[in-house]
C-alpha cells in the first residue's frame, strides 16, 4: 500500500519560465532511462520477487524513492512552462531567433497536457513499459538496475550543463547524488549475490548442460588481433570456473543450411525455379 506525502523528497523551484528546457526535462522522465523506468523496473522486479528480505526491501524502498522523483521532475516541468511567455505566431515568421525559440518547445505541453509534464520522452515518443526489466532472477536484474543508473545519471549531468538556472542545476544535482547511491547500492548488492549465487554468471544452469568447451573463448571477428590484448582473452575467468582462451581464426562449427521446400499451401518460389535462376556470386566463392 502506498501513502502520498504531499511534501516533495527535494524542491523543485526554477528560477524563471524556461518552455524550452522543460522539453529537455522530459528525458529523465519519460525516457528510455527515466524515472518512470527505474521507478516501475524496481517496483516490477520487487512485487515479483518469489519470497520476502532485504533485497525485496531494497526494491521497493528504491522503487518508491523513484516515484518521487517522477513527482519532483513532473512539479519542475510545469513550473518551468507556469507563465512562460508567449510566442507571436507573425512575430515568429520573421524573427529567426524567436522562430528558434517556438521551434525548441513541445507544443504538446500546451495542446495536450494544459502546461503539465507528460509521460514521454524529450522528442515525444510515449513511455513505454518496453523500456524495463524484471526477470524474477536478482542478480541479473541488479545488473539492470545498475545499468539504468548509470545511463540515468548521465543524462541528468548533461542536462545540468545545459542550463545556467540555479532553481534547475539545485534538483539536479540531487538527483545526480541520488543516482550516484543507487549505482552504489546495486553494486553492493550484486558482489553480495554473486559470493551467494555464483561469480558473474547466476548458478542456476546446471553447468553440464551448457557447451563447456566454448563457455570460456574468445573468438576474433575482427580486422587484426587488438582484442586479445584484454583481460578477457588470457588466465583465468572471473568466475573462478574457467580459463579464457582466444581462437584468432574461428571455424564455423555448423555446415551448410540447406532447408526442406515448403509445402505447397505456403506458395514459396519453388527449388527447380531457384536452381534455374541462381548464379554463384564470384565473391561468395
Given at each position: 500500500?502506498?501513502y502520498h506525502v504531499?511534501?516533495?523528497?527535494?524542491?523543485?523551484?526554477?528560477?524563471?519560465?524556461?518552455?524550452?528546457?522543460?522539453?529537455?526535462?522530459?528525458?529523465?522522465?519519460?525516457?528510455?532511462?527515466?524515472?518512470?523506468?527505474?521507478?516501475?523496473?524496481?517496483?516490477?522486479?520487487?512485487?515479483?520477487?518469489?519470497?520476502?528480505?532485504?533485497?525485496?526491501?531494497?526494491?521497493?524502498?528504491?522503487?518508491?524513492?523513484?516515484?518521487?522523483?517522477?513527482?519532483?521532475?513532473?512539479?519542475?516541468?510545469?513550473?518551468?512552462?507556469?507563465?512562460?511567455?508567449?510566442?507571436?505566431?507573425?512575430?515568429?515568421?520573421?524573427?529567426?531567433?524567436?522562430?528558434?525559440?517556438?521551434?525548441?518547445?513541445?507544443?504538446?505541453?500546451?495542446?495536450?497536457?494544459g502546461l503539465?509534464?507528460?509521460?514521454?520522452?524529450?522528442?515525444?515518443?510515449?513511455?513505454?513499459?518496453?523500456?524495463?526489466?524484471?526477470?524474477?532472477?536478482?542478480?541479473?536484474?541488479?545488473?539492470?538496475?545498475?545499468?539504468?543508473?548509470?545511463?540515468?545519471?548521465?543524462?541528468?549531468?548533461?542536462?545540468?550543463?545545459?542550463?545556467?538556472?540555479?532553481?534547475?542545476?539545485?534538483?539536479?544535482?540531487?538527483?545526480?547524488?541520488?543516482?550516484?547511491?543507487?549505482?552504489?547500492?546495486?553494486?553492493?548488492?550484486?558482489?553480495?549475490?554473486?559470493?551467494?549465487?555464483?561469480?558473474?554468471?547466476?548458478?542456476?544452469?546446471?553447468?553440464?548442460?551448457?557447451?563447456?568447451?566454448?563457455?570460456?573463448?574468445?573468438?576474433?571477428?575482427?580486422?587484426?588481433?587488438?582484442?586479445?590484448?584484454?583481460?578477457?582473452?588470457?588466465?583465468?575467468?572471473?568466475?573462478?570456473?574457467?580459463?579464457?582462451?582466444?581462437?584468432?581464426?574461428?571455424?564455423?562449427?555448423?555446415?551448410?543450411?540447406?532447408?526442406?521446400?515448403?509445402?505447397?499451401?505456403?506458395?514459396?518460389?519453388?527449388?527447380?525455379?531457384?536452381?534455374?535462376?541462381?548464379?554463384?556470386?564470384?565473391?561468395?566463392?
Open positions: 500500500m502506498f504531499k511534501e516533495l523528497q527535494y524542491r523543485a523551484v526554477p528560477e524563471r519560465p524556461d518552455p524550452v528546457f522543460a522539453k529537455k526535462l522530459q528525458e529523465i522522465l519519460g525516457g528510455q532511462f527515466g524515472e518512470i523506468s527505474v521507478a516501475m523496473q524496481y517496483l516490477f522486479q520487487g512485487w515479483g520477487a518469489r519470497g520476502e528480505g532485504k533485497y525485496v526491501d531494497l526494491l521497493m524502498d528504491t522503487g518508491t524513492e523513484e516515484l518521487a522523483h517522477v513527482e519532483m521532475l513532473a512539479t519542475m516541468i510545469a513550473r518551468l512552462l507556469d507563465n512562460a511567455p508567449e510566442v507571436d505566431l507573425d512575430e515568429a515568421v520573421d524573427n529567426p531567433v524567436v522562430a528558434a525559440i517556438l521551434g525548441g518547445t513541445n507544443p504538446q505541453h500546451a495542446i495536450v497536457s503539465g509534464a507528460m509521460p514521454s520522452d524529450s522528442v515525444g515518443n510515449r513511455w513505454t513499459a518496453d523500456y524495463i526489466i524484471a526477470s524474477g532472477n536478482l542478480l541479473a536484474d541488479f545488473r539492470a538496475n545498475l545499468n539504468a543508473e548509470s545511463q540515468g545519471r548521465l543524462q541528468a549531468v548533461r542536462l545540468y550543463e545545459e542550463t545556467n538556472d540555479r532553481g534547475v542545476k539545485d534538483m539536479l544535482s540531487w538527483l545526480i547524488a541520488r543516482d550516484t547511491m543507487h549505482q552504489n547500492q546495486w553494486i553492493a548488492a550484486i558482489h553480495e549475490l554473486e559470493e551467494k549465487q555464483g561469480v558473474v554468471v547466476p548458478a542456476t544452469f546446471p553447468r553440464e548442460l551448457q557447451k563447456e568447451e566454448v563457455a570460456y573463448t574468445l573468438f576474433n571477428y575482427s580486422a587484426g588481433n587488438d582484442s586479445a590484448k584484454g583481460r578477457w582473452a588470457h588466465g583465468p575467468a572471473p568466475d573462478g570456473c574457467g580459463v579464457f582462451n582466444y581462437v584468432e581464426h574461428p571455424q564455423p562449427y555448423g555446415g551448410k543450411p540447406v532447408l526442406n521446400p515448403a509445402p505447397l499451401w505456403v506458395h514459396d518460389t519453388p527449388l527447380d525455379l531457384l536452381n534455374m535462376k541462381h548464379r554463384p556470386d564470384p565473391d561468395l566463392k
